[in-house]
């Protein structure tokens, strides 16, 4: 457990919740990431002003925390270009088919008690949990 | 007064600007951290436990205050999901993302994040994660 980072996660949820509960209660959404996103995207959607400014919001987020801390967010990535394009395809198709992801199941879906984010949930853990055990330790061990 | 008002507009862009920064500050937006936690079996960071604990300390009592509200301050009504089955759709959906976020270490939210970093690798993500939400729009909805 030497890289457990506890106050900084701490911080980061209780702000990423206080976002959450922010936007329900001035705008009466729900702040989940994969939603927001493909209401930006797919041709065709209503209400799109408001999901660009959340997201242009997130990206400014981040911009704010890199001027502050005088460099940017440490980024360390698991996946080299074929692993990122296999890897997005899967969580873009995936949140859209169950309906959800992290934000919008894991933390304003389980607050409203919903059976399905709460199973939704379940199940995106486990298979996460699953595919890196087989990929660090099975294929990993392998090779 | 509706989203489209300035006071709502502006209330919505603060809320992505704190949930971006509460992404970036937890360690969620680094794929080591994700992956991290997600590898019980190797030396385990427990750290996205308390992100996603300090998001539900947070979004359990405050949810169940806010919808006591007739409505919210900028809208007419709240927008909540309607579906209740937990359906074959909602299973293989969250199968896929999993098996997605255990690849990459990126869910959505930090994708979104990252993109500042102007990384390739991430930039290739961020293009994926779009080209499979309008491949399941084209082929789906």
């Known amino acids: ?143 | 007064m509706n989203v489209n008002s300035n006071a709502g507009r502006l209330t919505i862009f603060l809320s992505g600007l704190l949930f971006g920064l509460g992404l970036v500050i937890s360690g969620m937006s680094n794929p080591a951290k994700v992956v991290g936690f997600l590898d019980l079996a190797g030396s385990w960071d427990p750290s996205l436990i308390l992100v996603m604990g300090g998001g539900l300390l947070v979004t359990v009592p405050a949810f169940h205050l806010v919808l006591k509200n007739p409505r919210p301050l900028f809208e007419e009504k709240f927008f909540l999901p309607t579906a209740q089955a937990v359906d074959r759709k909602l299973l293989l959906g969250a199968i896929l993302f999993g098996l997605g976020w255990g690849i990459a270490g990126f869910c959505p939210g930090p994708a979104i994040v990252a993109l500042v970093s102007l990384n390739t690798t991430v930039l290739m993500f961020f293009a994926a994660l779009v080209a499979g939400m309008l491949l399941h729009h084209v082929i789906l909805e």
Do not use: K
């Open chain 1, 1 to 143: 457990m030497e890289n457990f980072t506890p106050i900084s996660a701490l911080i980061g949820g209780l702000l990423i919740g206080g976002a959450a509960t922010l936007t329900l209660w001035a705008n009466g959404r729900i702040a989940g990431i994969s939603g927001i996103l493909s209401g930006v995207i797919v041709p065709g959607s209503s209400d799109r002003i408001w999901r660009i400014l959340f997201v242009l919001g997130m990206l400014a987020g981040a911009i704010v925390y890199t001027v502050i801390r005088g460099a940017p967010a440490d980024l360390e990535l698991q996946v080299g270009p074929a692993g990122a394009i296999i890897a997005g395809l899967l969580v873009g198709f995936g949140t859209r088919l169950g309906s959800g992801c992290t934000s919008g199941h894991g933390i304003c879906g389980l607050a409203r008690f919903s059976r399905r984010s709460f199973t939704a949930t379940l199940v995106f853990m486990a298979t996460a949990i699953f595919t890196v055990f087989v990929i660090r330790h099975v294929i990993g061990a392998a090779a």
